[in-house]
């Protein structure tokens, strides 16, 4: 059975995608730690990221470099973290989540709460970003 990811990326169920290309994707999460939380995910459905062939893992932390980069221009925050956790959803995936402190990098203060407008708005500011970067991988549709 395809992963909630594999879902997302097919078009089955809605993803507000900051990122396309041919290896990886990049949406953002519904339930997020902090307004730009965003997961970059391979499309290649592999469990555990250990398992990624190798020039997959370091496409995929190029991408999850460029994302970061892009958040932290657009939301400022002191830092934007790295968590590869994977318990939720068996399909490697990256979070990226831009925070002030420590404290806020808890799952426990994900938010399920947040609107569909919040989302579409918080995912056009780093598609924006990214854009404006030059990175028309922000604007493919999927």
């Known amino acids: 059975m395809a992963s909630v990811f594999t879902m ?32 970059v995910v391979p499309r290649e459905e592999i469990d555990h990221w250990t398992d990624l062939p190798d020039e997959l893992v370091a496409h995929l932390m190029i991408v999850t470099k460029t994302i970061g980069a892009a958040i932290r221009d657009e939301f400022e925050p002191a830092r934007v973290g790295v968590i590869v956790a994977g318990l939720e959803v068996p399909h490697a995936h990256v979070h990226l989540v831009p925070f002030d402190t420590e404290s806020e990098l808890s799952f426990s203060r994900a938010n399920p709460d947040v609107g569909p407008s919040e989302l579409d708005t918080v995912a056009e500011r780093i598609r924006t970003r990214l854009v404006s970067s030059g990175f028309d991988q922000a604007n493919q549709t999927p």
């Not at 507000?16 to 999460?29: C, G, N, Y």
């Open 8 to 39: 997302i990326m097919n078009g089955d169920i809605p993803g507000r995608f900051v990122w396309q290309d041919d290896r990886v994707v990049a949406f953002l999460t519904i339930a997020p730690i902090n307004p730009g939380h965003t997961l």
